[in-house]
């Protein structure tokens, strides 16, 4: 039974499945001739205006120019040197296993002999540098704590390592509170006083750069020599770029060079067994690789270990060197993912069966909507947020259980709603309500005692309404505009997937427009196969698919024509290359 569930019955088709079309507009472009029409006009409506801002070779990256990396490389350079003891303390998601393996490897590979990890296991220590987690990480007598993906909100457990005599260093990318840890160096791009451009680096982002600063310090104490020759950290690009794009930052100019690095080197095989590992049980071609397969194909199976088991299953895979080794972690990984599948299905149903029994109209959906159920998965929690998020186009926390006490919950957010903010303002008005929070603008995390439940709900929608107005609240989709028939061509399909990396505030290209329905079929458990052909072009025909759809509605066999929100994709199929549309919403057209 829910304790509570403030959602409406299902909404309409109108909300729920077919949003408002809004068409983007093209700022005023100014690049060369190079650079096809279609792109200019794709990049100019995402802000990228001239050549240099699509450039994505390394030499685009702004310099380290980070607060607190000259203390951080000093505490680092002074530790490697004297062969001391270091310890990386990562977060349970896919940001956080790359991280830590980025930051291990790197030391590593930067000279030093004693670097070990940890990572709290999400059910028994919760998040980030706790005193808990320092009792153990004490165990291993470290000289050295590095936080990655996580710290800077780490007060408690920063001060209990000072009083074990530990020092720790933070790297994180997560907003600070209003108080920061008294850490001996604290390296963020998100702290008060940072003059790094780059706001949006994903944690490895952050180890990343640690590491840049780390080399140019140790060339000049002249640790490098003909023994020792100093490292091509390029080669940890294929870790920073999944890390990136599955921790759904912002794919500012950085992060897209970051991210297509990395997939160069993905594509041409310069990559760790355990991403080749990934890519063989996700069923995908490391030639043809997108950043929206890190997103949705290998991300997710890293993540399932975190939300499942233990992260340290995920973190292994990418370390091992020994391609056997992580075909066998990925394929474990691979299980875990089926499972969290699995789990995720029941707790969605479980919401759903609950809301046909609303008989609330879609005109009083909450601002904010908040779930819990006492038998859900504490680790699938945030995607089941994500997913009424999407259906509902409404912040929503989902809750679960962490203990007979206290509840947890994971956040996700919409356009125009920064969470995080949102979730500040609520415990400044209600001190004490919530025992802990964090986050992003997109994503957050929080645990309140429960009973205490119903008061937060409250509070939460009021915080919701007062934020956001109407427009904001209401479902929408960005359309690039409608593609003329010749358009749906595999040149203009390449030159897509060519052009990214598309992700978090760099858009994938959509399209809109109506069609001809010719066959329809179920394939997979969810999946609308379709054959289409555009309007006035009956002799073209076009291969379409849609993903989770509803059963009970598809297929339609009244659907003659159809109104789409799809990507223009091609498919490989017996080395044969043919356009495919890749449908996000569609309706039957009366």
């Not at 590593?108 to 808990?132: M, Q, S, W």
Request: aromatic residues 6%.
């Amino acid at each position: 039974m829910f304790t509570r569930l403030s959602l409406p019955t299902s909404a309409p088709e109108s909300v729920s499945d077919f949003p408002k079309i809004i068409l983007r507009t093209s700022a005023a472009t100014d690049f060369s001739a190079a650079v096809p029409p279609l792109l200019q006009k794709l990049y100019g409506a995402r802000g990228v205006v001239s050549d240099k801002q699509i450039e994505t070779g390394l030499e685009q990256l702004p310099k380290p120019d980070m607060k607190g990396l000259p203390q951080a490389c000093t505490l680092l350079a002074d530790a490697i040197q004297n062969n001391q003891r270091l310890l990386i303390v990562g977060d349970f998601d896919c940001d956080g296993a790359t991280s830590t393996c980025v930051g291990l490897l790197g030391l590593r590979a930067l000279g030093a002999e004693h670097v070990d990890y940890l990572v709290p296991n999400r059910f028994e220590y919760g998040y980030g540098l706790t005193p808990e987690i320092v009792a153990v990480a004490a165990e291993r007598q470290p000289d050295l704590i590095i936080t990655v993906d996580n710290g800077i909100s780490s007060i408690d457990g920063v001060a209990a390592a000072a009083r074990l005599g530990i020092p720790v260093l933070v790297t994180d990318h997560h907003l600070p509170g209003d108080a920061l840890p008294d850490a001996a160096a604290i390296v963020n791009p998100n702290q008060h006083g940072c003059p790094f451009p780059a706001k949006s680096l994903a944690g490895v982002g952050v180890m990343f750069y640690v590491l840049l600063a780390l080399r140019s310090e140790l060339r000049e104490r002249a640790w490098f020599s003909g023994e020792r020759p100093e490292p091509n950290l390029a080669e940890l690009l294929d870790l920073v770029a999944l890390g990136t794009v599955a921790d759904v930052v912002p794919l500012e100019q950085v992060n897209r060079v970051l991210v297509t690095q990395g997939l160069r080197r993905i594509r041409a095989g310069r990559c760790r067994p355990g991403i080749k590992a990934l890519l063989r049980v996700a069923g995908k071609e490391a030639a043809r690789l997108v950043a929206a397969d890190m997103g949705f194909a290998l991300g997710p199976r890293l993540n399932a270990a975190g939300r499942l088991d233990d992260i340290s299953l995920g973190i292994r895979c990418l370390l091992t060197d020994d391609e056997d080794v992580a075909l066998s972690l990925a394929a474990e990984l691979d299980d875990l993912n089926r499972e969290r599948r699995a789990i995720e299905q029941s707790m969605k149903d479980d919401a759903m069966r609950v809301l046909a029994h609303l008989q609330l109209d879609a005109s009083h959906i909450p601002n904010g909507i908040c779930l819990y159920d006492p038998t859900w998965h504490q680790g699938v929690v945030g995607i089941l947020a994500s997913r009424i998020k999407d259906r509902y186009h409404r912040p929503v926390i989902a809750f679960a259980d962490a203990d007979d006490e206290e509840m947890k919950g994971s956040a996700r957010s919409i356009p125009g709603l920064h969470l995080r903010d949102a979730l500040d303002l609520l415990a400044k008005r209600n001190p004490g309500l919530l025992n802990k929070f964090g986050g992003h603008a997109m994503a957050a995390g929080l645990s309140l005692a429960k009973a205490d439940y119903s008061r937060f709900e409250i509070a939460f929608d009021a915080i919701v309404a007062e934020l956001t107005n109407e427009e904001q609240l209401t479902a929408a989709v960005h359309s690039d505009g409608e593609l003329l028939p010749a358009d749906f061509s595999i040149e203009h399909a390449e030159l897509l997937r060519s052009a990214g990396p598309w992700g978090q505030n760099f858009p994938e290209p959509k399209f809109h427009g109506r069609f001809r329905l010719v066959q329809q079929r179920i394939v997979g458990e969810r999946q609308l196969k379709m054959v289409l052909s555009p309007i006035g072009a009956d002799q073209q025909i076009i291969d379409a698919i849609a993903f989770n759809i509803d059963t009970a509605q598809w297929p339609n066999q009244q659907a003659d024509e159809v109104e789409l929100v799809y990507k223009l994709d091609s498919n490989l199929f017996r080395e044969r290359l043919s356009v495919q549309l890749l449908v996000d919403h569609l309706r039957v057209v009366l």
